[in-house]
């Protein structure tokens, strides 16, 4: 019984090492391919543009919609509690560490990872299973530099604008929202905001959006293009996408975390 969990338990960690193994080459052979993007003709641009456009620009909506509720609700909440303290100051060191430092990463990231990144796994996972990709290799075409080197640009420049989008909205339309109910005057509110705003907290959510991006793209092309024959396998595909992309994003905003404020 022992002999045969451990056999068992010897061969899941095998099996799980020879993943691992195969997912970080794939992830060296995207790197390697970024350098021969450049190089190509407008048909790579052409992927990057449409990959823009889906997940920046189409997901501009919902990421502003979230971004002034949720900057609303902080204004709103934080002023009606630290004022009567006499600390309404510490409004402004909430709304950068919670909206600038993590709300906006994360959230920005969580919604590629639903949009993009299952549009992303289960597109591959189709051309597989209809063997296209096996039409681009016998006519000399690496599926990496045509479909996953332009995806990944396209989400980590996407998942930066909106990064930017949901900073701005977050906080300038979080005050025009807890303006009708807490009046703050335009200019004592952003120059107090500028005041705790620091260069390391946009470095640190630049790198963030920029780490999330690569991240989600990366690993939702790897899982789809893992799919080998059946139609059944691109659902199962796409689920692992997701929860391997959310694991390695709150994996990374963690380490970023831990590396640069403590």
């Given at each position: 019984m022992a002999d045969s969990f451990l056999e068992q338990l010897g061969q899941n960690v095998r099996s799980s090492l020879r993943a691992y193994i195969t997912f970080l080459s794939f992830a060296a052979a995207v790197i390697a391919s970024f350098p021969k993007f450049f190089k190509q003709t407008q048909v790579g641009y052409l992927v990057l543009l449409r990959q823009v456009l889906f997940t920046g620009y189409e997901a501009l909506s919902i990421v502003v919609l979230i971004s002034v509720s949720i900057g609303g609700l902080i204004i709103l909440e934080g002023y009606s509690i630290l004022a009567n303290f006499g600390q309404s100051d510490l409004l402004y060191v909430i709304l950068v560490s919670v909206i600038t430092r993590e709300l906006s990463n994360l959230l920005t990231a969580f919604i590629?990872?639903?949009?993009?990144?299952?549009?992303?796994?289960?597109?591959?996972?189709?051309?597989?299973?209809?063997?296209?990709?096996?039409?681009?290799?016998?006519?000399?075409?690496?599926?990496?530099?045509?479909?996953?080197?332009?995806?990944?640009?396209?989400?980590v420049v996407s998942?930066?604008?909106?990064?930017?989008?949901?900073?701005?909205?977050?906080?300038?339309?979080?005050?025009?929202?807890s303006n009708w109910f807490y009046p703050i005057d335009f200019n004592v509110f952003f120059s107090k905001l500028l005041a705790k705003l620091t260069l390391v907290d946009i470095s640190a959510s630049i790198l963030k959006s920029m780490l999330f991006g690569f991240a989600i793209a990366i690993i939702s092309s790897f899982h789809g293009l893992q799919v080998n024959f059946a139609s059944t396998e691109v659902p199962q595909r796409t689920i692992r996408a997701v929860v391997y992309s959310l694991t390695m994003v709150v994996i990374i905003d963690v380490a970023v975390v831990v590396l640069i404020y403590l």
């Open positions: 590629i990872v639903a949009r993009s990144g299952t549009a992303i796994a289960t597109e591959l996972g189709n051309m597989v299973v209809n063997h296209e990709i096996d039409a681009l290799l016998s006519i000399g075409i690496s599926p990496i530099s045509y479909l996953v080197v332009p995806r990944t640009i396209g989400v998942l930066l604008v909106l990064n930017v989008y949901f900073n701005i909205t977050g906080i300038l339309g979080g005050w025009m929202v």
